[in-house]
């Protein structure tokens, strides 16, 4: 099994409804992944509820091999969820790791 988490940092120039906006919306279009995406065998987004932080979002997520998470990465539903953030992201941290 693989644990596939990724960090994101929004622009500093974001509103705080701006953030929260985008940040709900990637949550939403993210956690409704499985439906679609037979091989993901967990997902969650959670946000940063501590600001003194530099990251905003964690996306934790489980797939049974890391050729899962490559093919999951290049699905085109992911792709669409993943680019709620394409203009409001200003950094992003992964890492793969098996379990």
């Not at 990465?73 to 203009?87: M, N, Q, S």
Request: charged content about 30%; glycine content about 2%; some cysteine.
């Amino acid at each position: 099994m693989v644990k596939h988490i990724v960090l994101f940092k929004l622009k500093e120039t974001l509103s705080q409804e701006e953030k929260m906006t985008a940040i709900l919306a990637f949550k939403k279009a993210i956690e409704a992944l499985p439906t679609c995406i037979s091989f993901i065998r967990k997902v969650f987004v959670g946000y940063n509820i501590n600001s003194a932080e530099k990251w905003d979002i964690c996306l934790e997520s489980e797939f049974d091999t890391l050729e899962d998470v490559k093919a999951y990465a290049v699905h085109p539903e992911h792709v669409k969820a993943a680019g709620i953030l394409k203009d409001v992201k200003a950094d992003r941290a992964c890492v793969d790791y098996e379990i």
